[in-house]
């Protein structure tokens, strides 16, 4: 039996005619940049992986999209633009939620008002600064059949005197908790009295195991944008792992096909991500339409394949600019797992020892190297007389698995010797590299080969414990 408010939605929708465009077509059609907000002003032109989120926030039968983005694939606009739909054709009580007030200040003057004023069909509808009840601010502007607000998270007071049919909410990742509780789940809560309800939530994320979009992203069902191979025409989802390079000439960067593992250049990249799709991962779940994305897929001269290697060569050495790396270009949360300070500050609260003062008991220190495609994740460990194993310190190596220099810096990590509490210095003993897959292992006996009178093994993985030399 249907619900009272499934009813009155199919009410409400018998009552609105349908829409005769797709919202991709209609932003195409109405939506003009200006100079100065786009290196390309005039009409918009959606790239393809754009035109399914613009239709998904168009689409009535969808209440939330959730957008985990990274930079450079053209959001701003493409966000700006489905706002601006609503304003011309749905008139309604809308909220825009950003992070703080300087953003929503630069949002309204350097993006919606530019926007707003070169389309002809909107330029009529925010014209009215003075209306009559003299309620227009900055962040604020009536028009006929509803508002625009531009509120900050920061003041959730802000929120309480609104109820919005559509919520946007960009940078939640950015949004804190306040005294109030969270900003994200305050404006929700406002528009609960609206059954056609529309709520889009987008963000780079930040942290993996607090952020809410990432979260928002598990409950939809969970796209991913596949491209064609040139050469085997299987589909993938461009990742990073995928990227290769000559070794010292991250420039060179091309992608190699998971299927048939032939090296693609970035020429051919427009006419895969033209040919791509999107596909749900979890069709089962209806309403809640989720895109992710990484900058691989973008077709901006500064999301060249090359330019993004060169710029991770530079980063991925400090954990800070690794994480803007890993958050902004992959549009991936950081893991605390990858987190080499995180770690070691854990391991300093919990245990009074480690690299910099390896223990009086420790006899022998061993090293073990799990193989991931993207890096090599290295723990020490050091053994008492007892046998008993302290975990003396964690690093990860960023680096392709195929890559010369991955594995130099790896000799180098082997190599290093570390002040021992008795005095002196202490040096690796042993080290057993565990190959991550079948891919991975030629590479780990060519590394451990020649250095087994060093006692560096490769072994293969095995679940539980292993006994360690
Ligand atoms: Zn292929």
């Known amino acids: 039996m249907p ?41 918009v032109r959606l790239w393809p992986f754009q035109r399914e989120i613009a239709d998904a926030i168009g689409d ?37 939620l950003l992070p703080a007030e300087a953003d929503c200040r630069e949002y309204m003057v350097s993006d919606i008002e530019p926007i707003f004023g070169a389309s002809p069909a909107l330029a009529a509808a925010l014209s009215d600064e003075r209306d009559e009840s003299g309620r227009n601010t900055l962040l604020s502007r009536r028009f006929p059949g509803g508002s625009l607000k531009v509120v900050a998270a920061k003041a959730p007071r802000n929120l309480r005197r609104h109820n919005v049919r559509v919520l946007f909410m960009d940078e939640a990742d950015g949004m804190e908790s306040t005294a109030e509780g969270s900003p994200i789940l305050l404006a929700e809560r406002r528009t609960m009295s609206f059954p056609d309800r529309k709520i889009v939530l987008g963000s780079t994320p930040v942290h993996d195991e607090t952020s809410h979009v990432l979260r928002a992203y598990a409950q939809s069902d969970a796209r991913i944008y596949e491209v064609p191979c040139p ?21 060179t960067a091309r992608w190699r096909c998971p299927h048939c593992a032939a090296e693609v250049s970035e020429r051919h990249k427009p006419d895969m991500v033209l040919a791509g799709h999107w596909r749900a991962t979890r069709p ?10 990484n900058a691989l897929i973008s077709l901006h001269t500064n999301a060249a394949w090359g330019k993004l290697a060169v710029e991770f060569v530079q980063a991925k050495d400090d954990p800070t600019t690794l994480q803007t790396f890993v ?15 995180a770690e070691d500050e854990l391991m300093a609260r919990a245990e009074p020892f480690g690299l910099a003062a390896v223990p009086a008991e420790v006899l022998a220190v061993t090293v073990g190297v799990d193989v ?29 698995y195929n890559a010369e220099e991955t594995w130099v810096e790896l000799d180098g990590l ?15 003993d042993a080290c057993a ?14 590394f451990a080969t020649p250095r087994t009178r060093r006692k560096v093994l490769a072994i293969k993985g095995a679940p539980g414990n292993r006994p360690m030399i």
Request: proline share 7%; hydrophobic share 45%; net charge negative.
């Open 372 to 400: 991931q495609h993207d890096r090599l994740e290295v723990t020490y460990l050091g053994w008492t007389e007892g046998g008993t194993a302290l975990v003396l310190g964690h690093r990860v190596i960023w680096g392709q």
């Open 284 to 293: 089962e779940v209806q309403g809640h339409a989720g895109f992710r994305m």
């Open 3 to 43: 619900t009272l408010d499934q009813i009155t939605k199919q009410a409400l929708r018998a009552l609105i005619p349908p829409p005769r465009l797709r919202l991709s077509e209609w932003i195409e059609r109405e939506i003009v940049l200006p100079d100065g907000v786009s290196a390309l002003p005039g009409p």
């Open 60 to 96: 009535a039968e969808i209440e939330r999209v959730t957008l985990v983005k990274p930079v450079r694939v053209g959001f701003t606009t493409l966000l700006t633009s489905a706002l601006a739909s609503f304003v011309a054709n749905e008139p309604a009580p809308i909220l825009c």
């Open 414 to 428: 082997i190599g290093a010797r570390f002040p021992h509490a008795l005095g002196g210095k202490i040096g690796v």
């Open 231 to 251: 050469d085997c025409e299987a589909m993938s989802e461009l990742l990073w792992p995928d990227i290769v390079w000559d070794a010292g000439a991250p420039e």
């Open 327 to 341: 958050n902004t270009i992959l549009g991936q949360g950081w893991r605390s797992a990858g987190d080499e300070l």
């Open 433 to 446: 590299i565990v190959a991550g897959d079948g891919v991975s292992m030629h590479h780990v006996t060519a």
